[in-house]
């Protein structure tokens, strides 16, 4: 703290507009980095409610194979997702760790809430927002909508998939309103 | 509380109110004698005080009321004009007012006749004038029903205390003012749906602890109390949640004369069991379907005078909604003694539309057809009208009365009329079910929906080209193994060959086989399930997305152990099973 008393208007005038740039050069973001398959993913941390140790799931017959059914969070009969599935990721020899997915992620918006299935306790990364590689430079990989893919964070030699759940799931329900 | 009691209770609730109210309005009056807000209100308050009270036999009550509106129709049509002498009047008589309402409870004697004489005088002088006129009157009562009938459709009444302070008046009279206690609170509904949804995680709870104990080798009855505690507190709040049907019936006197007068027919309404009650929320889902229930019955069941004179029925039609209750259910019919439906119509429409085939048709049972009635994009309207046309149709209604878990029946006779029978739940948060196991997982029947339980060797079980077929009690019924419906992608897969024997081929011949025999729209299906488990009730939950649009599940319950239990939506799933048959049977 400064103990200037002539603090005019012109200087918040001008200390505000440094702090604008400032926020516009290094926008920082948090995310939860999780693996599945041998790939590193990320989601935005604001999309995640907690990490809960996997409930028991209760199977539910008929919906796709990437959800595992549904299960008990703090009394929310919520959804479990198995993205390892989804993405397609777990054809060679993963199928050992097939009933190791120890930590649930739930992913909550206003409208949705699922839970994601993780191996590992996740960690958390900062990011620069100007660091992420939008997705629109890819290949369209047809189970992985574009639009859930946000795009690709280099940090150091780590190399991790930034998500959007909620347009994942959006995507979902689009895709099953459409086959019915 | 008996029912004379409840009323009392609420029309001195009411009479207090609208006694501080008028304190209030002439307050506001004396201020600015020109507000015509302060008059109408006035006029209104008096007006509906005067008419609960001549229902309830407070006779003393209703005259003075009935004066003082009389006053207030010639303030309004301005041939009485205000002073200080009237208004002193005014609040004498308020007093008086508040004074007789509170004598209901204390049978206190009041005398009320000087007053009652005091604004006859002054009434007369001013009619000296001139003759009232009784449009006014009518025209106010119409909208003061309307008024009512809106209220009662977003609040229920619920009798607890409360603390009501009257505003002080100006009028510093000899009469003593008082606090007054209310009986009765007005309560939103969504304050009720929270606090039942509270109840229902309770309810949970409790389950959870009861299983706990139970697993660490303590008795049931240990938690007696606990139990005992959260179902009386379950069933209070659901008692405060339920309306009485009349509440709904009374509206349909004027949706049954508009349509009647559209039509040019000839209906009188008549009302049955209007004192059943039922949960608020239900009758809400439900009102727009009795409407088209109730806008069918005259558009398409009472036949024109004349032709109703040829046939030898009274000219006038007569259209009856009747409500009874057994158990848990309440039942509605709407019934008419007009034309009755002809199922030989039906059928042509049904081929013509390509609901079912030609071949099929052929074959068909009577009450498969009437149940093509609620098939979407099947409507029996001949012509369009302003009636018919609407766009809702008997799908829809059907829908409706799914959604919360009842049943729609409908009962013919040419010439002689039609019921539709509605079923439903008289609550909608907690619901019997059976539970069962099938592959160590549990899942729950609704009970509504289940017909009985019985158990079956292999070689009770047939083997047909579509499935599998059984006897119960003499009829034949269709046998599915649960397994088989679950182990499949998707609905679609229940018309591939062989796709019900599965299951079956691999059971041993004298093994003894769990039976669910369920009921939708007159089909009867025996579910093979692991093991039966017991009666529960259970709080279902609906699902969310991404799997909210499972065909097989209606939703979900949290089970003692913290496990979750799907619930199976068997309307949905036979639904499934007898649209695929039907459609099937096209293709061949």
């Not at chain 1, 103990?3 to 926020?23: L, M, N, P, Q, S």
């Not at chain 2, 106010?140 to 619920?158: A, D, G, K, W």
């Not at chain 2, 010439?415 to 609550?427: I, R």
Request: overall charge negative; glycine content about 6%; hydrophobic content about 40%.
């Amino acid at each position: 703290m400064e103990t200037t008393t002539e603090y005019t208007i012109e200087d918040v005038k001008r200390d505000a507009g440094k702090e604008v740039a400032k926020r516009e050069h290094s926008e920082r973001m948090q995310l939860i980095i999780f693996k599945l398959g041998s790939e590193e993913y990320g989601l935005s941390i604001e999309q995640i409610k907690e990490v809960v140790l996997t409930p028991r799931i209760a199977k539910m017959p008929q919906t796709p194979e990437h959800i595992k059914g549904v299960a008990n969070i703090r009394g929310n009969i919520i959804a479990i997702m198995d993205l390892e599935q989804k993405f397609g990721l777990m054809k060679s020899g993963s199928l050992e760790n097939n009933n190791n997915s120890n930590y649930t992620l739930v992913v909550e918006s206003e409208e949705y809430k699922v839970g994601v299935l993780v191996k590992e306790v996740p960690n958390t990364l900062s990011i620069n927002v100007s660091d992420i590689d939008t997705a629109s430079n890819f290949v369209q990989y047809t189970s992985l909508d574009t639009n859930s893919v946000i795009g690709v964070v280099k940090s150091g030699e780590r190399m991790i998939i930034l998500i959007d759940m909620i347009k994942l799931i959006e995507a979902e329900n689009l895709k099953e309103t459409l086959t019915k | 509380m008996g029912k004379e009691n409840e009323y009392k209770e609420i029309f001195l609730a009411e009479a207090q109110e609208g006694h501080e109210e008028l304190n209030n309005l002439f307050t506001e009056l004396e201020k600015d004698i020109n507000s015509k807000s302060a008059i109408n209100s006035i006029f209104r308050i008096t007006h509906t005080l005067k008419g609960n009270a001549m229902g309830m036999g407070f006779t003393e009550i209703a005259e003075l009321s009935h004066v003082m509106e009389d006053v207030f129709n010639e303030v309004k049509s301005s041939r009485l004009h205000l002073d200080s002498a009237i208004f002193s009047s005014l609040f004498k008589a308020n007093d008086i007012l508040g004074q007789l309402i509170n004598s209901l409870n204390t049978g206190e004697v009041v005398k009320y006749k000087g007053i009652k004489t005091k604004l006859e005088v002054l009434l007369k002088n001013a009619k000296a004038s001139e003759i009232v006129s009784e449009d006014t009157v009518k025209v106010v009562e119409t909208t003061l029903t309307e008024t009512i009938t809106q209220v009662s459709q977003t609040e229920i009444t619920t009798t607890n205390t409360v603390l009501e302070t009257i505003e002080d008046t100006d009028e510093d009279d000899s009469i003593e003012q008082k606090i007054v206690l209310s009986d009765v609170v007005q309560v939103p509904v969504r304050k009720l749906d929270a606090l039942l949804n509270i109840i229902g995680e309770l309810i949970i709870e409790k389950d959870t602890l009861v299983a706990l104990n139970i697993e660490r080798g303590y008795q049931s009855t240990d938690l007696a109390r606990l139990h005992r505690i959260t179902s009386d507190l379950q069933y209070g709040v659901m008692d405060v949640r339920l309306v009485q049907i009349g509440f709904l019936f009374n509206k349909f006197h004027r949706v049954l004369r508009d349509v009647a007068v559209i039509e040019n027919k000839k209906v009188d309404l008549v009302l049955e069991g209007t004192e059943i009650e039922i949960d608020r929320n239900i009758l809400k889902i439900m009102s727009d379907s009795l409407v088209h229930l109730v806008r069918n019955s005259v558009s398409h069941g009472i036949e024109s005078p004349q032709k109703r004179l040829e046939r030898g029925k009274p000219e006038t039609g007569k259209v009856t909604l009747r409500a009874s209750n057994e158990k848990d259910t309440v039942f509605i019919e709407v019934r008419d003694d007009g034309n009755g439906i002809d199922l030989n119509v039906i059928k042509r429409k049904a081929v013509e539309k390509g609901l079912i085939s030609a071949d099929y048709a052929k074959v068909i049972s009577d009450d498969e057809i009437m149940m093509l009635l609620f098939e979407p994009g099947f409507s029996n309207a001949e012509k369009i009208t302003e009636v018919s046309g609407r766009g809702v149709g008997m799908d829809v209604v059907r829908g409706s009365v799914e959604s919360i878990g009842g049943k729609i029946t409908i009962e013919t006779e040419l010439g002689k009329g039609s019921v539709f029978t509605l079923s439903l739940p008289s609550s909608m948060a907690v619901k019997g079910a059976l539970l069962f196991e099938l592959n160590n997982q549990s899942f729950a029947i609704a009970l509504t929906h289940t017909e009985a339980v019985i158990s079956l060797r292999k070689e009770d079980i047939h083997k047909i080209s579509t499935g599998l077929i059984s006897k119960y009690l003499g009829k034949t019924i269709s046998i599915v193994f649960l397994n088989d419906l679950f182990r499949m992608r998707n609905m679609h897969q229940t018309v591939e060959e062989g796709a019900f024997h599965k299951t079956f081929e691999n059971i041993k011949e004298d093994q003894k086989l769990d039976v669910v025999i369920v009921a939708y729209n007159k089909h009867l299906v025996g579910f093979v399930v692991d093991k039966l488990m017991q009666q529960k009730e259970i709080v279902e939950k609906a699902l969310e997305s991404p799997v909210q649009n499972v065909e097989l599940f209606s939703g979900a319950t949290i089970l003692g152990d913290g496990n979750i239990c799907l619930v199976l939506d068997v309307a949905g799933i036979l639904k499934n099973l007898f649209k695929e048959k039907m459609n099937a049977k096209i293709e061949i």
